[in-house]
């Protein structure tokens, strides 16, 4: 495990983002400034944290985190750090769930909780963070997103070789969409028109329009990638490749490669500033987190993370 982290000055910094970063070795969830470069805040969890989420719930953001085992679903208040609530997960005891992989519908308030190993997701309505139905998948579920209007939910199979879609309202599966593939992570554009989904297999990203279901698009990309997220004005996509060491840049409008870009051991959770001008990946073996500047597509600092990080998640925080 390598031990080096370095430090750049970023000089036309104006945003502050607290990054909420799992840390699987030490059991806790660490929240960085990313403007002060340092650890404000280190809460600590039970085994293994594996996914992070920030979501909006009626004006009012929320931290969500998950395990990588039956420990349940936490919901973290950003501005006090207080742990709100912690969601037992239904009629589980102690049977090995896998990973649980998180999505909030904001449309109709919905926590979406795949587990990986029992090939199902929970549903929770967030008004009182209550279990209200629990639905099959197809086989190694390995990530979840939600359409931009809120009616769909969409769910990577990846042995399967497929993605189930289940309808928000009523929560029922709607279809199972084939794939070409291994698919893994996934992702809409902002506008909805577009959905994005890597395959494991074949080192590839393939954009499918939403509304006809057919491949428009098919990039080569890195070895294994592992996460997907778009920058919120829609211009760019960007996947972190666990294998290959590196982030790919995509111009999501022109639907080109523009950028492989180095960073460090392993890059598993990525996700995107707020204003979209930053994007921060975990470096899973290196025990860090790099940063990437939209603007020209390079590594610009790698600040100090958590141990084994797997997910980030990004917050307006105080």
């Keep these: 495990m390598l031990g080096w982290v370095f430090f750049a000055v970023i000089p036309d910094r104006v945003f502050a983002y607290y990054l909420y970063v799992t840390d699987g070795y030490q059991n806790k969830l660490v929240v960085i400034d990313s403007a002060a470069v340092k650890n404000v805040k280190e809460i600590a969890t039970e085994n293994s944290p594996f996914d992070v989420i920030s979501a909006e719930k009626d004006g009012k953001e929320l931290i969500i985190l998950s395990f990588a085992n039956n420990k349940g679903i936490w919901i973290i208040d950003p501005v006090t750090y207080k742990i709100e609530k912690k969601i037992p997960l239904p009629n589980k005891g102690d049977a090995p769930a896998g990973y649980f992989h998180l999505a909030y519908n904001p449309v109709y308030k919905k926590l979406y909780a795949v587990s990986r190993a029992l090939k199902e997701v929970y549903v929770f309505d967030s008004m009182g963070w209550q279990h209200i139905k629990t639905i099959k998948t197809g086989d190694m579920p390995s990530s979840i997103a939600v359409s931009p209007d809120g009616r769909y939910v969409y769910i990577t199979n990846m042995t399967s070789k497929n993605i189930t879609v289940i309808k928000s309202e009523g929560d029922v599966v709607e279809k199972t969409m084939p794939f070409n593939g291994l698919p893994n992570a996934i992702a809409f554009s902002p506008d909805g028109k577009y959905i994005y989904v890597t ?52 111009d999501a409008n022109k639907m080109e490669l523009i950028a492989n870009i180095p960073v460090s051991s392993l890059p598993w959770g990525i996700t995107a500033s707020l204003d979209s001008k930053r994007i921060f990946v975990c470096n899973y073996y290196e025990n860090s987190v790099s940063v990437i500047d939209t603007s020209t597509n390079k590594e610009i600092e790698r600040i100090n993370g958590a141990v084994f990080p797997t997910k980030i998640a990004v917050s307006r925080g105080k």
């Design 199 to 250: 395959d494991e297999e074949n080192y590839k990203l393939f954009i499918i329009d939403a509304k006809s279901e057919k491949t428009v698009k098919e990039l080569l990309i890195g070895i294994a990638p592992r996460g997907i997220t778009t920058t919120s004005d829609g211009k760019y996509i960007y996947i972190s490749n666990l294998d290959s060491f590196s982030v790919t840049a995509i």
